[in-house]
């Protein structure tokens, strides 16, 4: 399993503190965060692949600095974005999963057996030649999930995957989430999608109030936001 250290992290934008001393050694499988709106979930998030650096503290994944040795990292760590139209990048549904393995130097034929697995996991195979920008919200939230499943990285983080899904999408990428054998860090709202993780991390103000088994910190979280 991957080991995911954030030591001593603080983070502000425009001299708001959002991140406020946040240590923490993630080595469980499936780690939720959870949080009101605004207590810094995301940031600590994007922190893991670099795609925010502290302003002070550090973040270490499998023994990488994410600040020195970023590319690396990314290689290591997917991330799935709440909004799927940033990751988005091809034309149809097949090319934008099949761009992920571009750099990947697989022959053909195993480039395009891996992207059809991952359509299939996310029920995608009917819509595969579509245009990707015209599937539905919740459709482009399955693209992007295949899109960073099929390069089969060591650590997937994903911020609101389930946001946009209807109860039906929501279980396959659950269960599916359930099936991953690499590590999995899930910023959610959709306590239901957490209640089977082994962690969940409950944030409050930037800073980590409870962290625990899934129903003695989720029992916190509900206490806390009442
Ligand atoms: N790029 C940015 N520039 C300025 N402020 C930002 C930026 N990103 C986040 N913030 C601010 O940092 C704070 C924490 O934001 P963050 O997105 O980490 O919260 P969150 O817990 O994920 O919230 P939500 O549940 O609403 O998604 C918020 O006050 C937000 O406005």
């Given at each position: 399993m991957?080991?995911?250290?954030?030591?001593?992290?603080?983070?502000?934008f425009?001299?708001?503190?959002?991140?406020?001393?946040?240590?923490?050694?993630?080595?469980?499988?499936?780690?939720?965060?959870?949080?009101a709106?605004?207590?810094g979930k995301?940031?600590l998030?994007?922190?893991?692949?670099?795609?925010?650096?502290?302003?002070?503290?550090?973040?270490?994944?499998?023994?990488?600095d994410?600040?020195?040795?970023?590319?690396?990292?990314?290689?290591?760590?997917g991330?799935?974005?709440?909004?799927?139209?940033?990751?988005i990048?091809?034309?149809?549904?097949?090319?934008?999963?099949?761009f992920?393995?571009?750099?990947?130097?697989l022959?053909?034929?195993?480039?395009?057996?891996?992207?059809?697995?991952?359509?299939?996991?996310v029920?995608l195979t009917?819509?595969?030649?579509?245009?990707?920008?015209?599937?539905?919200?919740?459709q482009?939230?399955?693209?992007?999930?295949?899109?960073?499943l099929?390069?089969?990285?060591?650590?997937?983080?994903?911020?609101?995957?389930?946001t946009?899904?209807?109860?039906?999408?929501?279980?396959?990428?659950?269960?599916?989430?359930?099936?991953?054998?690499?590590?999995?860090?899930?910023?959610?709202h959709?306590?239901?999608?957490?209640?089977?993780?082994d962690?969940?991390?409950?944030?409050?103000?930037?800073?980590?109030?409870?962290?625990?088994?899934?129903?003695?910190?989720?029992?916190?979280y509900?206490?806390?936001?009442?």
């Open positions: 991957s080991e995911i250290v954030f030591e001593r992290v603080s983070h502000d425009e001299a708001e503190l959002v991140v406020d001393d946040v240590s923490l050694v993630l080595r469980e499988r499936r780690v939720g965060i959870v949080g709106n605004g207590s995301s940031t998030a994007r922190m893991i692949n670099g795609l925010v650096t502290p302003a002070s503290g550090r973040v270490v994944v499998d023994g990488l994410v600040a020195r040795q970023g590319r690396e990292v990314r290689r290591r760590v991330f799935v974005f709440t909004n799927a139209d940033n990751q990048v091809m034309p149809t549904v097949r090319e934008d999963v099949a992920t393995l571009r750099r990947h130097r022959e053909k034929a195993d480039a395009a057996a891996r992207v059809d697995a991952a359509l299939d996991r029920g009917d819509l595969a030649e579509r245009p990707a920008h015209r599937l539905s919200g919740g482009k939230q399955l693209l992007a999930i295949a899109s960073v099929v390069a089969a990285p060591a650590i997937v983080v994903a911020d609101e995957p389930t946009l899904l209807d109860a039906r999408n929501a279980r396959r990428v659950a269960e599916h989430f359930e099936s991953l054998d690499q590590q999995l860090v899930v910023v959610s959709q306590l239901e999608l957490l209640e089977s993780f962690r969940v991390v409950v944030m409050e103000a930037g800073r980590v109030v409870a962290d625990d088994v899934p129903g003695a910190a989720l029992d916190a509900r206490a806390l936001i009442g």
